[in-house]
């Protein structure tokens, strides 16, 4: 959770500098919010236009990360999914030190947040 703030804050961060420049207007612009449209320029995207991920990684990293439901190595962990910890669109690896288990919840939750905090 400390990351995602630091992700948000780093996120608008310069749109807050812009505003307190010493230009000699008062600063009083419109300050917008980064639009979920805007696609990552970082990630790799496959031919649908979505961002490529590896599914040999994934597996690398169920291998040495049972599922916390059923204890797997394989197969799908019921409530679970396998999440980026620094997304895909934010510049994150897709590499097994960058996975983390999550519920189905926790995980929906978070992509709303996400698709805000990097958006270019």
Same mark, same amino acid.
């Given at each position: 959770?400390?990351?995602?703030?630091?992700? /948000?804050?780093?996120? /608008?961060?310069?749109?807050?500098?812009?505003?307190?420049?010493?230009?000699?207007?008062?600063?009083?612009g419109s300050i917008k919010a980064?639009?979920?449209?805007?696609?990552?320029t970082v990630a790799k995207r496959?031919?649908?236009?979505? /961002?490529?991920?590896?599914?040999?990684?994934?597996?690398?990293?169920?291998?040495?990360?049972?599922?916390?439901?059923?204890g797997k190595t394989t197969g799908?962990?019921?409530?679970?999914?396998?999440?980026?910890?620094?997304?895909?669109?934010?510049?994150?690896?897709?590499?097994?030190?960058?996975?983390?288990?999550?519920?189905?919840?926790?995980?929906?939750?978070?992509?709303?947040?996400?698709?805000?905090?990097?958006?270019?």
């Open positions: 959770m400390k990351r995602l703030a630091a992700l /948000i804050l780093i996120a /608008i961060l310069p749109a807050i500098a812009a505003g307190k420049g010493s230009s000699g207007h008062s600063g009083h980064p639009s979920s449209h805007h696609k990552s496959n031919a649908r236009g979505k /961002i490529a991920r590896s599914s040999s990684t994934k597996r690398t990293f169920e291998a040495s990360s049972p599922c916390p439901s059923t799908s962990c019921k409530g679970y999914v396998v999440d980026h910890k620094t997304p895909l669109a934010c510049g994150g690896a897709d590499a097994p030190e960058n996975m983390q288990w999550q519920t189905a919840a926790a995980a929906k939750l978070k992509d709303k947040t996400e698709r805000a905090s990097c958006a270019p």
